[in-house]
Structures are given as structure tokens and as C-alpha cells.
């Protein structure tokens, strides 16, 4: 059984690196953390073209960790990790 721990929760708001961080219609919003049957939390997230998608927490944490997406901080402004 995986670990069920993340850093991910619901709300949290993404964009990817290089794009305009005050643009909400191009930022990824956490919507829900889940875990399945097997422990691994799974991630329901919307994209910047409405589309819902569910996968691996670990798919996102790899994300941040690589610079591809930063957290994005009140009024649009790039958090720091």
C-alpha cells in the first residue's frame, strides 16, 4: 500500500511555467485528493479548457518539483517552492 500523504489539496491553483500568472482561464485548479482502494492518492484537477481530469497526486507533485507548474498565490502572483 502506497504512503497516503500529499501535498496537494482542493483549491490550490497552478499555471504552467512561462505563462501570465494573473490569467485565470489558463491556470490548473485542484478540485478534489482522493485515495483508491490500493492507497495512492488521485488527484481531480480542471484545466485551463474546463476539461476535468483525475490522476496520480504524484503526476502533479513531479510537475511542480520539475518547474513545469508553480503554484500561483493570491491576485494572480507566483508562489515560491
Known amino acids: 500500500m502506497a504512503d497516503p500523504t500529499t501535498f496537494i489539496t482542493p ?5 504552467q511555467t512561462g505563462l501570465p500568472e494573473w490569467r485565470a482561464d ?8 482522493a485515495w483508491d482502494s490500493a492507497g495512492v492518492a ?7 479548457n474546463g476539461e ?11 510537475a511542480i518539483a520539475n518547474g513545469e507548474i508553480v503554484p ?5 502572483h507566483v508562489g515560491c517552492c
Open 11 to 15: 483549491g490550490q491553483r497552478f499555471i
Open 26 to 33: 489558463l491556470q490548473i485548479t485542484i478540485v478534489r485528493v
Open 72 to 76: 500561483v498565490v493570491a491576485a494572480g
Open 42 to 48: 488521485r488527484v481531480t484537477f480542471r484545466c485551463p
Open 52 to 62: 476535468v481530469v483525475i490522476g496520480p497526486a504524484a503526476n502533479i507533485e513531479t
